[in-house]
Nanobody, 123 residues
Framework: QVQLVESGGGLVQAGGSLRLSCVAS???????MGWFRQAPGREREFVAA????????RYADSVKGRFTISRDNAKNTVYLQMNSLTPEDTAVYYC?????????????????WGQGTQVTVSS
């Protein structure tokens, strides 16, 4: 079992940036890690994922070129740098861990979830 705690959410104006962090309660060095988000009235959707070595990354089309996922295994932390934010990015962002697919993010299917952090982008 691993607990995930997100931070870094908040209110930002359109065009601004935020960096989300997710700290794991214990080492997640062999897990694929990622981010999902859920906007009001919508289903939770995939945002980005990274393999345990950081050598394979996948993004949702809606965030490509604006968001960057990274990880620091020594700190048990995964990050999501979000630039050029728009009101459509407003959502609760969830960190997620998939211990089953360490070497690929093509089938990212998390077993563990954080509680979420709110990101609100004003127009």
């Amino acid at each position: 079992q691993v607990q995930l705690v997100e931070s870094g959410g908040g209110l930002v104006q359109a065009g601004g940036s935020l960096r989300l962090s997710c700290v794991a309660s214990r080492t997640f060095a062999t897990y694929a890690m990622g981010w999902f988000r859920q906007a009001p009235g919508r289903e939770r959707e995939f945002v980005a994922a990274v393999t345990w070595r950081g050598d394979s990354i996948r993004y949702a089309d809606s965030v490509k070129g604006r968001f960057t996922i990274s990880r620091d295994n020594a700190k048990n932390t995964v990050y999501l740098q979000m630039n050029s934010l728009t009101p459509e990015d407003t959502a609760v962002y969830y960190c997620a861990a998939d211990p089953k697919n360490s070497f690929t993010v093509a089938r990212f299917s998390p077993d563990y979830w954080g509680q979420g952090t709110q990101v609100t982008v004003s127009s």
